[in-house]
């Protein structure tokens, strides 16, 4: 099993920038992808970013494309989400997840295993 915690939520303002790290630890060998996931109020969760382990192949939410990006450094174990621009809309609590298994794409919830608690990302002026 993998432990995921998500860091690096906070309050900032429209068109700021905020990055959020996902360090993994446990039985990590078997990670296929990393993905981030968030759930705005009153609404369900949606796939965000993820990131293949082995190949750095990234899949993007057609709203968040061109604004964030997914990293990860295979030695630290960890994954990032770059974000930019950020609008009111975006405010939602973010969730990193751990895939086991080989998913092409890796976009559905149903698709990871090991989830973290969340961080909470608010937009606001």
């Known amino acids: 099993q993998v432990h995921v915690v998500e860091t690096g939520g906070g309050l900032v303002q429209p068109g700021a920038s905020l990055r959020l790290s996902c360090a993994q630890s446990?039985?990590?060998?078997?990670?296929?992808?990393m993905g981030w996931f968030r759930q705005a109020p009153g609404k369900e969760r949606e796939f965000v970013a993820a990131?293949?382990?082995?190949?750095?192949?990234?899949y993007y939410a057609d709203s968040v494309k061109g604004r964030f990006t997914i990293a990860r450094d295979d030695g630290k174990k960890t994954s990032s989400l770059q974000m930019n621009s950020l609008k009111p809309e975006d405010t939602a609590d973010y969730y990193c997840?751990?895939?086991?298994?080989?998913?092409?794409?890796?976009?559905?919830?149903?698709?990871?295993?090991?989830w973290g608690q969340g961080t909470r990302v608010t937009v606001s002026s």
């Open positions: 997840a751990a895939a086991q298994a080989i998913c092409l794409p890796c976009t559905e919830e149903k698709q990871y295993d090991d």
């Open positions: 446990g039985s990590t060998y078997n990670t296929y992808a």
């Open positions: 990131i293949t382990w082995a190949g750095g192949t990234t």
